[in-house]
């Protein structure tokens, strides 16, 4: 015959699995990138930290699933669909690339996207206002900031005529993003000379290349691949005295010279609030399209003094951030 504190400790027992069992199970969003795990983490950890100050505990409210591409884009098809048979609740996809893999993969699990500069271009969304599907997001619009990239380096130099322009030929907007790039730097007498590399042999190849034509600036596409090379360019620029502008900040603390270009940050606090209402009963597809609230400009003055070169006044009060 069973004592009171046995029976009271098969009550208590009892009543804390009728609760477990009534608590909701924690949401699970599917990360999905085509950076490296060390890049891909510092957005992800704004991304938790907004979903936290949202109400979301981990753990609790929400667990992560992280897939990792390390700059191989051939590789998100396989992670898109490792996710989707995870059963995650939600993915959360970083680039044009990823967004694609995730797309192919479900058409019923909502997908949140950040970076991406042309979502009905793509083909996620009927529209900005509507996207009508299971995608929604942020987009980056990486290809309208290419004057302000252009306008810095004549600034600095204000001789400047001929831009190198580094870019992945992989790159799902490549063929959009190089004649509108070719038409602002025209506009602004300059001329913009591609040259493409998708492999960490062809990076080095095209500076050899550049340094032969005496090539006097550089500017680097937004591009995944090229992202995860950054600190292969930005010392491959240092050492052939080439000026460049970049459109991470991660370049330019790589030691790159300047950035132009969506501050991370907030861009992810926008993604958290989108999945908060997807799980709070709104469908992605009502969800219209945002662009990010924040753009910053970055300097290395360290490697403007390596390069000899004086920053003007009005750009450094233009700078959000100063590396010296």
Not at 20 to 33: T, Y
Not at 62 to 89: C, I, M, S, Y
Not at 122 to 133: D, I, L, M, W
Not at 232 to 257: D, K, M, N
């Amino acid at each position: 015959m069973l004592d009171r504190r046995d029976l009271l400790l098969g009550v208590s027992a009892a009543l804390l699995a009728v609760r477990a069992r009534a608590q909701p199970a924690p949401k699970v969003i599917g990360v999905l990138s085509p950076y490296t795990g060390a890049d891909g983490q510092a957005t992800v950890t704004i991304f938790r930290q907004a979903l936290s100050d949202l109400g979301y505990r981990e753990g609790r409210g929400f667990t992560l699933v992280e897939r990792f591409a390390d700059g191989q884009n051939d590789r998100l098809p396989a992670l898109a669909a490792e996710l989707v048979k995870l059963r995650v609740d939600l993915i959360l996809a970083s680039t044009t690339n990823a967004v694609k893999a995730a797309q192919a993969a479900t058409s019923t699990i909502p997908i949140v996207f950040e970076s991406v500069a042309d979502p009905v271009l793509a083909g996620f969304a009927e529209s900005v206002n509507r996207p009508g599907h299971n995608i929604t997001g942020l987009s980056n619009f990486s290809i309208d900031l290419s004057p302000k990239r252009f306008q810095l380096l004549t600034q600095l130099l204000p001789a400047l005529r001929d831009v190198e322009v580094l870019s992945n030929p992989s790159n799902p907007y490549y063929a959009t993003q190089k004649p509108a790039v070719e038409s602002v730097a025209n506009k602004l007498g300059l001329r913009a000379n591609f040259v493409d590399v998708s492999t960490a042999e062809e990076v080095e190849q095209a500076f050899r290349a550049m340094a032969a034509r005496r090539a006097t600036a550089l500017m680097v596409t937004a591009d995944a691949y090229l992202l995860a090379q950054r600190r292969t360019i930005a010392t491959l620029a240092l050492s052939h005295r080439l000026p460049s502008v970049f459109p991470f900040a991660a370049y330019v603390e790589a030691g790159g010279l300047m950035s132009y270009g969506v501050d991370p940050a907030p861009a992810m606090r926008q993604a958290a609030l989108f999945v908060d209402k997807i799980f709070k009963g709104a469908h992605p597809g009502d969800l219209p399209i945002e662009q990010p609230t924040r753009v910053e400009m970055v300097i290395n003055r360290r490697t403007a003094a390596l390069l000899r070169l004086t920053i003007p006044p009005a750009m450094l009060v233009q700078a959000e951030r100063v590396i010296d």
